[in-house]
Nanobody, 118 residues
Framework: QVQLVESGGGLVQAGGSLRLSCAAS????????MAWFRQAPGKEREFVAR????????YYAESVKGRFTISRDTAKNTVFLQMNSLKPEDTAVYYC???????????WGQGTQVTVSS
């Protein structure tokens, strides 16, 4: 059974940092892309960042570029999202996802809440 389990969310003041983790299990993800999405209350889910498991090539949404960093630890089968210089508009539930292509994410985590106070 494939599982993606997020952790690391919480409450932080504007300008602060958080590090999210996504522990993946249940299959081999070596050919997959791993991504973070987020959904704020009353808004649609939006893409945040992605990374190819095989070569760690990454891509970011413009809104987080320069502040967030996605990385992966192949030994621990874990993907991270380091979030710095957080803003109130970063407040959302953050989801980890995995898929064989950039357009198809087959697996999703349950989400972790990130709240940034002003």
């Amino acid at each position: 059974q494939v599982q993606l389990v997020e952790s690391g969310g919480g409450l932080v003041q504007a300008g602060g940092s958080l590090r999210l983790s996504c522990a993946a299990s249940g299959r081999t993800f070596s050919t997959y892309t791993m991504a973070w999405f987020r959904q704020a209350p009353g808004k649609e889910r939006e893409f945040v960042a992605r990374i190819w498991w095989s070569d760690s090539v990454s891509y970011y949404a413009e809104s987080v570029k320069g502040r967030f960093t996605i990385s992966r630890d192949t030994a621990k089968n874990t993907v991270f999202l380091q979030m710095n210089s957080l803003k109130p508009e970063d407040t959302a539930v953050y989801y980890c996802a995995a898929g064989p292509t950039l357009l198809r994410y087959e697996y999703w985590g349950q989400g972790t809440q990130v709240t940034v106070s002003s």
